[in-house]
């Protein structure tokens, strides 16, 4: 990912090449290949959005919509050697529907009608949640739709994936922001550039990089201050956490499940990593919450 400015026309853009991002979700999920763009494009644009994160900041965007996808989310935070996180998953990973009347992906159409959530999960304080409309459903949209109608900044999305039933060839996007005070032609400028410039997923299989989608989308505009910050596929989840979650159950029910069968297994809906618990580790949890209560 590389983020850059043009501080005299008032304009910052950010892209990121996330193939390789979008290809862990794709098999850890056995997402179809609809599945995939969906997933593909939010975890990219969730990357772009979050671009700016700080210390343990994280963003996450939400899909909620009456599609039969379900629901699809995505998250980023900055990880402790200095890369980017992400991960992502819908609700239903296998549903698959024909192409759209332009023959792609109809992200739309398996999203459906709903909202567009974004919560900004700060190291001090409370998460800030904002929830709009869903714009297409298309996803790029939707987060140019968000940027204006909550922040109040113009923005330009563009993002693209890939795949096909064999796996996933090209996933990436670029975001392009409006600052205050910025210059009207130099906006028009990009507005344009945006409907000329080719597909995203096409630059990327002729062999893009972000650099290259910046200049894509920038044309002339002379860009300053590049920053480049790697990207992966992480989780958050840990054996601790899960734990929890089954302390949440109460003593009683963690007994039943002991008494029910010799292994409970307990699957991250976000990086699908199993992880088991003994009958004898689920007395021990219902022992401790107990204790705790």
């Not at 009683?252 to 307990?266: G, S, W």
Request: aromatic share 4%; net charge negative.
């Amino acid at each position: 990912m590389i983020s850059a400015s043009a501080p005299a026309e008032g304009i910052a853009i950010v892209a990121a090449i996330t193939t390789e991002l979008v290809r862990e979700a794709r098999l850890r999920h056995d997402l179809s290949p609809t599945a995939t763009a969906a997933v593909g494009r939010l975890t990219t644009g969730t990357v772009l959005f979050g671009s700016s994160l700080k210390g343990r900041e994280r963003i996450t965007l939400q899909l909620n919509g009456d599609g039969p996808l379900g629901s699809v989310t995505a998250d980023s935070w900055l990880l402790d050697d200095g890369t980017v996180g992400a991960r992502g998953y819908a609700r239903n990973p296998l549903v698959d529907i024909p192409l759209n009347d332009r023959g792609k992906f109809d992200v739309a159409g398996a999203v459906g009608k709903g909202s567009l959530q974004v919560t900004k999960s700060y190291e001090v304080g409370q998460p800030y949640n904002g929830i709009v409309p869903l714009y297409s459903g298309e996803i790029a949209e939707d987060i140019a739709a968000y940027l204006v109608q909550s922040e109040q900044i113009p923005s330009v999305v563009a993002l693209g994936v890939l795949a096909d039933p064999d796996g996933v060839r090209a996933a990436g996007g670029v975001l392009a922001q409006v600052l205050p005070g910025a210059d009207e032609r130099a906006v028009a400028q990009l507005e344009a550039r945006a409907l000329a410039m080719p597909a995203i997923t096409t630059l990327i299989a002729q062999g893009a990089d972000a650099h290259a989608l910046l200049h894509a989308l920038a044309g002339g505009i002379e860009l300053r201050a590049p920053r480049s910050i790697d990207l992966r596929y992480a989780c958050l989840c840990t054996a601790s956490k899960v734990e929890s979650a089954l302390l949440g159950l109460g003593a009683q029910e963690l007994r039943h499940m002991a008494e029910e069968r010799d292994e409970t297994e307990a699957t991250c809906e976000f990086c699908k990593k199993v992880y088991v618990f003994t009958a004898n580790e689920l007395v021990a949890l219902a022992e401790r919450s107990e204790e705790e209560a």
